[in-house]
Every structure is written in C-alpha cells, then in structure tokens.
C-alpha cells in the first residue's frame, strides 16, 4: 500500500467527497467506465457484530466446555429427496466458479471440506474433475448460464442448486471477463477464448415461480428424485421469495445478503442493491414458519460469515446452516501479507486486494494464469481450509454451549440481543437491556 | 426407427406415472425395451426428461414442458405440438416435433438436432452452445438470444431481436426477420455454411432450396467491452 500523507488541522476531508469517491470520480472521468471488481460490500451494514448472545447465568445452566457434547451435525434436503446431504458441520462453502478461481483453488476447496465432512458448490462454469475428485459432497449449480451444463454432471452431483441470484447482485447475471477465458474455460462455457463473458441474469427456459415448479420437477425426474435440490436468491425480498422457492419445491432454500462476496461485478451493484443478511433472515424464518416448513424446507445463509460467533447468531435467527466464500477464500490464502509486494504491484495491498476479475491474483487463486496457478499448492490451502472450519466450529460449540444448547441449531433468538436499534429492528431481537424491538412491539416498551 | 420385427413398448400414460415411465427409459441403459411408443401424454411435464440411451421413442399426442429434457444419444418423435423448453439442454440424438413449439426450445442444447414441423415460439435456441435447430414455420422472438454455438435454420420468417448478442452460431433464415438483435448481422455464404445448410436440411428431411436462405451471425462488435459501444446495451 502506498502510504497517504496524514491530513493535517487544516485539511478536511470531506464526509460525502472522501478520498475514495474523488478518486473514482477520476478514475470514471478518465475511463468512461464503472468500477468491476470482486469481493463483497465493502461499505458498513448492520451485521451480526451488531447481535450479542446472552451467555447462561442463574436462569438457565451452560453446559460444559470441553465435556458436554455439542452437536454441530446437519441434514439438507429431507423434503423430497431420497439421498438428503447430511453434513458434519453447519457451515459449507458457496459456489464459486472454476473460472473465477484456478482449478487449483477448486481443488483446495475440495480438499479442505471433505476433510471435515462439509459441502462444496460448482458455480457458473460447470463441474472440474479437480473439484467433483475432491469433494465427498459437490452441490450442482444450475444457474440461467449454463454453461457446461450436462445430465452426467447432475446425476453425478449430491445435490442440485438452482441460482436465481447472488447477494452481491441481485437481478444481475454472471461477468467474467478475456483476461481469465483461457482454453479450458472457454471449451467448457463453449465461448471463444479471450471474450468478455456476460451471462444472463434469467433463466433461458422459465420465468416465474410457476415455471419454476415445472423446472424443479424436471431436475428431479432426470435425477430420479435422489438428490436434494436448492434453490438460491438474492436477499431483496426475502419473506416473498422464500414463499414462492418453497412452493415451487425446494428442499433447502440458500439466502445470500447483499454483503455476500463474487468474483467480478460493478462496484455499483455489490454496495447498492439487496438488503444485509442480518435483516434477511427473520423474514425467510418468518415466511417458512408461515407455510409450517421451518427446519422442514432448510436455511442456509451467507454474507459475510467470518467467525463462529456469526454461524452462531446465524443459526440463533433460525438458519440451519451457513455458507462461506470470501472468507474460504482468504483461508486459502487469498489477499496473503507473504504477497504484499505483488499487490502493491497491481496497484494494491495485502487486505486490500478485489481485482479478482484481472485474472492476476499473486496467490495463484483467482486467476487462469497457469504459471500463476501453479503457485498455489491446493494441498496446503485444503489444509487450511480445514483449520479455519475447525476453529470456527469450536467458536460456533463455545458459544452455544455457553447459551446452554446441546446443538448449535438450539441456539434461538432468545438468546439474542441487539447493539442498534437498525439491528434490533433487523434482526427482530430485543435492544440489550431493554424489551424493544422496534417495529414489532412499538415504542411502547 | 423400430422395425417390424422389434417389439414395441407401449405405455400410456394415462395410466403409468411420469415417474414410473421416466424411471424405465432411465433404466433402459442398461439394457431393456429399445423401442418405445407413449400414449396419451395430455400435456404432462418432463416425458422423457434425462434418457441416457440410443433410444427410439414415438409420442402420440401433445406434451407439456421440458420434453426430451437434457436428451443423451435417443430419438424422439412427438406427434403433436410441445410446450416450453423442448429438449432443452439437449446433448446429442434427435427431437421432432410435428407441431408447434412454446417458447425456449432447445435452450442451452449442446449437441444433437431439434426438428420442428411447425412453428416455434419465442427464445428459440436461446443460448444453444452446440445444437442443430431447423424450423420449417416461423420463429418468435429473441431467437438465438446469446447463442454461443450450432445452428439454428429457419424455413419461415424470424421475430424481433433475432440473434441478440450473438455469439458463434450461424442462423440461417429463408424468410423475413423482423429485426436484427444487438451485434447480429447478415452475412455472406462460404462454402462451409452452404454444405452445412444442405446437410441440416436433408438430415431434417426438409424439402427447400439452400440459395433462398440468407445467413446472419456474430459482428463480434460487442466481444470486449468498448465505451463506444456503450448505446448498443
Ligand atoms: C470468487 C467468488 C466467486 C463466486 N462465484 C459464484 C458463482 O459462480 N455462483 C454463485 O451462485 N455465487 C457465486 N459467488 C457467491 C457465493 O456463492 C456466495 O453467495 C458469497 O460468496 C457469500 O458471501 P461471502 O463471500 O461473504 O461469504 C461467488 C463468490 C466469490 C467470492
């Protein structure tokens, strides 16, 4: 990082026109552009650092640390499908494209996963046999793309995600741009190599949840009906949407907020559009408690899931699992103090770095660049993977059993306070030492 | 085509489920009945969905959505009209349809040839990435929306934003187009394409004379970005 001379007393900076807004006020002046890049929001939302967990005191007794079991084990898809996904662990990771990442970075997701008994998702590029070979359990993205799309693929897959859209882009459709159309991946999208891949934000052949149903039965007859199938949407209107995935015959609905992680899209796009997950998952719990399908039809959400302490206060609001990317990501080893000196090479810096869409990650995990790739050794990142699943499980356990629960999927809202009055009204738990939450119960309180 | 000599067999569908017929054209690659003839299909969803196998199939009468779905190495003959997504997805074999089609057929497909006899609605051959398609009607539009590869022959006319955003699939239309998509635009005949019309129309069994059509694909305008080209989004 280049290092910005300290603003002196008399030097202002203004509120609206900080640093970062003139400077891409510039930069679109010069290039006639917006901004693309990867990562998720970057600006502040309420988030579940805004919800504290009310530990076990003389009302209710926690249980012991190191002594009484906490079971973190999950099933997905006990809908419909005769193979649900029984995972060991409540956290799975996100689809994330083989194009958008190295073949050596799907592999390390792979690795790392299976290794702790948790689900990985292909993305929008197809299946690799780096990914399917090292992934006990692979979900199947099918997302209004396509590409790569096959019968054998999905016969072959554990479970079926049909994508509707991305937190970080709800309404919009998949970007990948020339420089990472290698080879391999335009054979696989059947693109020509080099060009500015857009896909569609619509599905080519439904519209609408009526369509939808249609569409999922169609999944399940080539699939025989054994595996589950997902369905996943933007957080925008979540209590709506999650209404009309249920009907349309999903197993497990997957929520991602507007602060959820990708690969390449506007700027615009990533800080501007859908609603924080922490808002959105009273209203998905709300919808599927409405139509009597809550734990029936499972949750699992995304958007910035960094510790324990949020799968904690996730699964509190009433997910059943949570599904990470961005942070999976930097396990692997992504944005890496070790190539702080490539970053500032590219105009960036170790924590910094979201030009994923270059293709020029230094650590060989966003890119096709296959010298680039081969810097990253997927064993190694699979490893670490592993490790941060791990602690995140422990904080996840810590924190439950200190509420008392024998499962993390116990945990309730209940034990839930808020720091804000924005996330006591979001997230529908009472302001900290008080019985307010704003919007349910008035001002009254 | 099954012969004479083979056995035929015949499940109506009033009185199999879907799944159930699914199921024994799923389980008939590993060996089994070949030869199959469907009755009163009234419309039902997925017939056919996922086969996996050089299977030949005759549908007597109309069928719902997602017909011949994802279709692997079998013939398909449908007598009678098809609702949306026609052998969507289609991976190789055949699919004809002597009626009409709703919209998207065979989107997405990837490999083999849809037939259809009468028209096409909207989006057909919406991002087809490697599918025949030939028309002996007309087609709705936002035909070709995003088609990466194959071809799409069209005997009748073509609606509005033919070929939007193109990519590498030649159409080839022998009536009017409404309008042209985004960065889709007449082309000249090379040798390849009018041997590659004439092979598509006799493997379709259609009767028409290649000199009538004219060619359209990609101007490749819109492959990267470029701010001059900002009014064509
Ligand atoms: C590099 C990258 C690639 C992604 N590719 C896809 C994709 O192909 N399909 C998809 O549905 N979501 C994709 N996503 C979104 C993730 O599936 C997930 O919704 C999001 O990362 C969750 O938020 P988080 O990153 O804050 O954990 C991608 C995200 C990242 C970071």
Known sequence: MTHEPMPSPGMRESALFDRNVIHEIQRKAREGIY????????????????????GASVSRYPLEGYRERCNTAVTLGTRYAKNPIELDIPITIAGMSFGALSAQAKEA?????????TSTTTGDGGMTEEERGHSEKLVYQLLPSRYGMNPDDLRRADAIEVVIGQGAKPGGGGMLLGQKISDRVAEMRDLPKGIDQRSSCRHPDWTGPDDLEIKIGELREITDWRIPIYVKIAASRPYFDVALAVKSGADVVVLDGMEGGTAATQDVFIEHVGIPILSAISEAVDSLKDLGMHRKVQLVVSGGIRTGADVAKA???????????????????????????????????????????????????STQDEELGKRFNAELGGRRLANYLRAMVLETQTLARACGKSDVRNLEPEDLVALTIEAAAMARVPLAGTKWIPGLNGNTE | ????????????????????????????ADGGPQNWRITHPNGVHAIGAGINAPLEI????????????????????????????????????TVIVDGDTSQSAAATGRGGLLVVRGNAAARCGISMKGVNIVVEGNVGHLSAFMAQKGALVVCGDAGEAL???????????????????ADCIEKDFKEFHTAELTGLLAEAGVDADPADFKRYGTARKLYNFNIDNADAY
């Not at chain 2, 012969?3 to 499940?11: I, P, Y």
């Not at chain 2, 003959?77 to 289609?90: Q, T």
């Not at chain 2, 070929?163 to 998509?181: F, N, P, Q």
Request: hydrophobic content about 40%; some cysteine.
């Open chain 1, 35 to 54: 901004d693309i890049r990867g990562f998720g929001a970057k600006r502040k939302v309420p988030h579940f650092d805004d919800l504290l967990l009310l």
């Open chain 1, 109 to 117: 997701l792979g690795r790392g996963a299976s290794v702790v008994g």
């Open chain 1, 315 to 365: 699964l509190a609001l009433g997910a059943d699992a949570v599904s990470i990317g961005v942070a999976a990501m930097i396990a692997l080893g992504d944005n890496a103090p070790e190539h702080q000196e490539e970053y500032e090479k590219l105009g960036s810096g170790a924590g910094y770095y979201d030009d994923w869409h270059e293709g020029r990650d230094p650590a060989g995990i």
């Open chain 2, 1 to 28: 085509m099954g012969t004479a000599e083979q056995t035929v067999e015949v499940v109506d569908l009033t009185e199999t489920t879907i799944r159930e017929l699914n199921q024994r054209l799923h389980d008939a």
């Open chain 2, 58 to 93: 005759d549908i007597d009468g109309h069928v719902g959505y997602y017909c011949a779905g994802m279709n692997k190495e079998a013939n398909i003959r449908i007598h009678g009209s098809a609702g949306v997504g026609l052998a969507e997805n289609i991976m190789s074999g």
């Open chain 2, 163 to 181: 070929g939007d955003s193109i990519y590498e699939t030649h159409i080839y239309v022998r009536g009017s187009v409404a309008e042209l998509g």
